[in-house]
């Protein structure tokens, strides 16, 4: 198993922004010992049943950083996020900074790829990312060292990053009423989440955890922060010491009951993009629908 170089001796500053149209948590993650920061799974405002793309969400996390005389150095994509389209590219352009996402986002293009039957201009290789990490990779946010960890499951290309003391799952688990993600998109596997899930909890039990998603199960007010020894203990599909074979005996049969996340269709052709938008051949933008295929 790869050695993760943990140092909970770091801890960022961790600002949460919720959307209630998607119900995502984004991050501006500060460095304690400079003025860097990093950004972790951002929102583009989209109404789909009237084709307009608008930016608040990603407007307010640019306010925050210019406002508190931050420098934006990182811009995190956890996954190819199924429920949110990524405002990356619009940050960058205001702000800098890199977009990094799992190396095996290749995967996930050349899937979707063909369902959106993409053209050969559409190119496969990430190439549309400034870095693509491997299991393990570190990188820094100012002075703060960063690391990477792989954990696929919900998709091919999930990873958690951590910063410092603090860890962002992704959709890799919900807080611990939550439980964790669906695993029956393409290039899902409810045994391999599982497994990512360990991998995450054999992180220290005093390590932060921030959650990309929180729906408030039974009524209660949104939460994004919890902890490894939280999760470890009381996380409703995992915790309490479950096997693998209960998790997917139940992950499997909960899949099979969910719909498909309401902005799928263009969450995905955006986010295979890093964030931009398709366009036809004219130059205009423009999503497809492609029937039957998902």
């Known amino acids: 198993m790869t050695q993760y170089p943990v140092n909970l001796n770091v801890k960022p500053k961790v ?18 010992g400079s003025s860097a920061c990093a950004i972790v799974d951002s929102v583009m405002d989209i109404d789909y049943a ?70 050969t201009e559409f190119q496969r290789d990430g190439s549309q990312f400034d870095a693509l990490f491997e299991d393990g990779d570190t990188y820094m946010v100012g002075t703060m060292p960063c690391f990477a960890m792989y954990t696929p499951g919900h998709t091919p290309a999930c990873m958690v990053h951590v910063m410092g003391n603090a860890a962002f799952a992704g959709d890799t688990l919900f807080m611990p009423d939550g439980g964790s993600a669906r695993a029956d998109f393409p290039g899902g596997d409810a045994g391999e989440l599982y497994d990512s899930i360990q991998k995450v909890l054999s ?49 499997t049969e909960r899949d099979a009951q969910l719909e498909m996340p309401k902005l799928i269709i263009p969450a995905l052709q955006v986010n295979i993009r890093a964030g931009d938008v398709p366009t036809d051949d004219d130059g205009n933008p423009v999503l497809k629908v492609p029937v039957n295929k998902l």
């Not at 600002?15 to 460095?31: C, G, W």
């Not at 407007?59 to 996954?79: A, P, R, V």
């Not at 039974?218 to 010491?241: L, Y």
């Open 203 to 251: 992180l220290p039990d005093e390590m932060r955890l921030y959650m990309c998603h929180d729906y408030g199960p039974g009524g209660r007010a949104i939460q994004w922060e919890t902890s490894v020894g939280e999760q470890r203990a009381d996380n409703i599909h995992v915790g309490g010491g479950k096997t693998r074979e209960e998790f997917v005996k139940f992950r």
């Open 50 to 119: 009237a084709g307009r793309i608008t930016y608040d969400h990603a407007d307010e996390l640019i306010e925050t950083i210019k406002s508190q005389g931050l420098e934006l150095e990182w811009i995190i994509e956890s996954h190819v996020h199924a429920d949110h389209l990524s405002a990356a590219p619009y940050i960058q352009e205001k702000l800098g900074g890199k977009i990094g996402v799992g190396s095996r986002i290749m995967v996930v293009q050349e899937t979707f790829g063909k369902i959106f039957n993409e053209g």
């Open 15 to 32: 600002q949460a922004f919720f959307d209630e149209a998607t119900n995502t948590i984004s991050y501006i993650v500060k460095d304690p």
